[in-house]
């Protein structure tokens, strides 16, 4: 019998990284996630940070033009 060494991690195997902030998500190592505003983010919690973000700027710009 031969011992087949394995070339890549089992990813059920694996332990979260961390949590995301919004709505609990794990995130593992070598997923797709993001570091916004000193958060680590998964990726459908970034692109409603980021409008909320672009919201707040832009009334923000508002009140100060007016």
Do not use: F, N, T
């Not at 593992?28 to 970034?46: E, N, Q, S, T």
């Not at 707040?56 to 508002?62: E, F, S, V």
């Amino acid at each position: 019998m031969r011992i087949v060494r394995k070339r890549w991690r089992d990813l059920q195997r694996a332990w979260p990284a961390g949590l995301c902030p919004r709505c609990g998500m794990e995130l593992y190592p070598g997923d797709l996630d993001w570091v916004l505003g000193g958060r680590r983010l998964c990726g459908a919690c970034a692109a409603a940070w980021l409008a909320e973000e672009a919201e707040r700027l832009a009334a923000g710009r508002k009140g100060a033009v007016e």
